[in-house]
């Protein structure tokens, strides 16, 4: 998995929404988007929810959240 894929997904869980993580990682909205998708399509499970108030982790994507951070922080 890409680094930069895992950042971005880290980055919507804590933020909740995808505009104030692309805000955040300061890449415009739709490659956040692409970012996440191809995040599910790799790990073969719906990540996120998406919702009218922005987004929050599956189950799945809850333990992933755990590991990226930790992925993360060991890459410094």
């Known amino acids: ?5 895992l950042k971005s997904f ?3 869980v804590e933020e ?3 505009s104030r993580a692309a805000i955040r990682e300061d ?3 739709s490659a ?3 970012r996440i998708t191809e ?8 990540l996120l929810r998406r919702h ?3 987004v929050s982790p599956t189950p799945a994507g809850t333990m992933l959240y755990q590991r990226a951070k930790s992925i993360l922080k060991a890459m410094g």
Do not use: C, P
Not at 39 to 46: C, D, H, I
């Open 1 to 5: 998995m890409d680094t930069n894929y």
């Open 10 to 12: 880290v980055a919507a």
């Open 16 to 18: 909740g929404s995808l």
């Open 27 to 29: 890449i415009v909205i």
């Open 32 to 34: 956040m988007s692409k």
């Open 39 to 46: 995040l599910e399509r790799e790990a073969g499970v719906t």
């Open 52 to 54: 009218g108030r922005g």
